[in-house]
Each structure stands twice: as C-alpha cells, then as structure tokens.
Nanobody, 123 residues
C-alpha cells in the first residue's frame, strides 16, 4: 500500500493549489482518505477527509469554505485549496484508513501515509 501526495508549490496569498493523493499497488475502494498538514514546530493537523460509502466530508474550521476534497476515481483523491493564506504553509500529507462508512481528522485513525508535499504561501 503506497500513497503519494503531489501538487504542492509556492503560491501567493489568495492563490490556489490542487493537491492529489495517488494510490499505487491498490485501489481506494475501501479506504477513507484524510489530508493532514504539519508546519514547523506544530503538531500534525487534520484538515479534511472523505468517506467511501456516501462521499461525506469533514473539514477543519481553519480550512472550511476554502478547501474542497474530492475523489475523481478510486485511484486519486484531490484537495482543492483556494484563498490560500500564509498560515496554510506546511507540508501536506494524505493518509488512508480501511473504512467504508466513516472518515476522521484524527491521525491515529489512519494506517497508511504518503510522503508529504510542501505548500508555501508567500508574497
């Protein structure tokens, strides 16, 4: 089970980025996906997740209304990030948990993690 997050980069405040989480060696049919981020000196923060059964989503208050999580197939999950702020600067990770009906913003709930992708919001 391997996950790879991609799509990070440098963007100006107010800009947008689209992150992708790709699975290799398996499909995400039976996995909930979560997105997390960690800034230097901070704990890892759960920011969004999506379930399998009905595609229900959860967002942290810090990103609600600006970020949107979606699945385009059972190989990729995306995180559209709009209206980016300097405080969104962090390494972003995706994670998978073998759960069909639920998802969570708690990192301990997830079994599989991808390598992170750096997002820097700066003018």
């Amino acid at each position: 089970v391997q996950l790879q997050a991609s799509g990070g980069g440098l963007v100006q405040p107010g800009g947008s980025l689209r992150l992708s989480c790709a699975a290799s060696g398996f499909t995400l049919d039976y996995y909930a996906i979560g997105w997390f981020r960690q800034a230097p000196g901070n704990e890892r923060e759960g920011i969004s997740c999506i379930s399998v059964s009905d595609g229900s989503t959860i967002y942290a208050e810090s990103v609600k209304g600006r970020f949107a999580i979606s699945r385009d197939n059972f190989k990729n999950t995306n995180l559209q990030m709009n209206s980016l702020k300097p405080e969104d600067t962090a390494v972003y990770y995706c994670a998978a948990s073998p759960s069909v009906d639920y998802c969570s913003l708690y990192s301990q709930w997830y079994d599989h993690w991808g390598q992170g992708t750096q997002v820097t919001v700066s003018s």
